[in-house]
DNA sequence: TATTTACCTACTGTGTCAATAGGTATTTTA
DNA sequence: TAAAATACCTATTGACACAGTAGGTAAATA
């Protein structure tokens, strides 16, 4: 299962684009909007910021915004960041002193193939293709 | 993380795949070829009894044999006893209350197409898959 | 100087993971 | 009938991650 700390990442992502252009965005607000306790999202976005994807501005005026452009950000490397990896089984890990059964492991392969999917998922989807309009109606 | 549970079910189900044919075959022996403790794996091939995978004989010539061919297991189901669910995100189990955020949840969709796609890899894998031997070299 | 904001350290309760320990019940065989 | 081998059962444990909460300090603006 993916924690809540790639989920709530995610939906801070994708407030921030909403909100591109318009300055610095206090966590305080992001929290209203997405009704998640702002001492929890404090330690999320530290650590975004941490890994390079938001910048953030303390002081009056300050507050968090996005470093690329909505387009530039894949789904992958934000939940990457926050679960730490992708990654299955530890075996596939990097520098993971290989398994002496790898040689002869049945489903290593089988592991090996939904690794490379699933990491193909979320690095094929980008922060941008997450604000979609969800078929919108407008009414006459 | 697929945890040891799903990992080592499916290594006792390719061992018991492995000696199809040959009765019961007692615990310890698997425990022994798979390197994993025997008191361990108790637990794990009690669940696979208990969700109708393998049969058990108690009793001296006693063991667990499989209940079905290798070819009319799926890989998913296997996973999915053991793991609990394979749904990415809590929002996508049956009967859950869904979110109120649900119907404007930007990121729900992408579970679903993601949860779609795991579901449908280890749904379309059978026991019998991981059992083909490895591109073999015959040695002249 | 007051206010607003990010940023920092520490703590906590709950639960799951990955086992281990020590038994009882059942069946076959000598 | 006794011994051996097996499955099956309940309970316990240590370590760790999850999902937060609490209370502060530093920085920037008005």
């Not at 530039?72 to 890990?93: F, K, N, Q, S």
């Amino acid at each position: 299962m993916i924690s809540t700390k790639g989920r709530y990442a995610l939906r801070v992502m994708i407030d921030l684009a909403q909100h591109e252009g318009e300055g610095n965005i206090p966590l305080k607000d992001i929290a209203e909007r997405q009704d998640i306790s702002k001492k929890y999202l404090e330690i999320i976005v530290k650590e975004l910021v941490k890994g390079g994807m938001l910048h953030g501005v303390s002081g009056k005026g300050g507050g968090y915004s996005l470093i690329r452009k909505p387009d530039e950000y894949t789904v992958g490397e934000i939940l990457e960041l926050m679960e730490g990896t992708l990654a299955p089984v530890a075996c596939l890990l990097e520098g993971a002193d290989s398994c002496p059964r790898a040689d002869t492991c049945l489903t290593l392969p089988m592991w090996k193939d939904y690794y490379e999917m699933i990491h193909g998922f979320f690095y094929g989807k980008k922060l941008s293709d997450l604000l979609g309009s969800r078929d919108p109606v407008y009414y006459i």
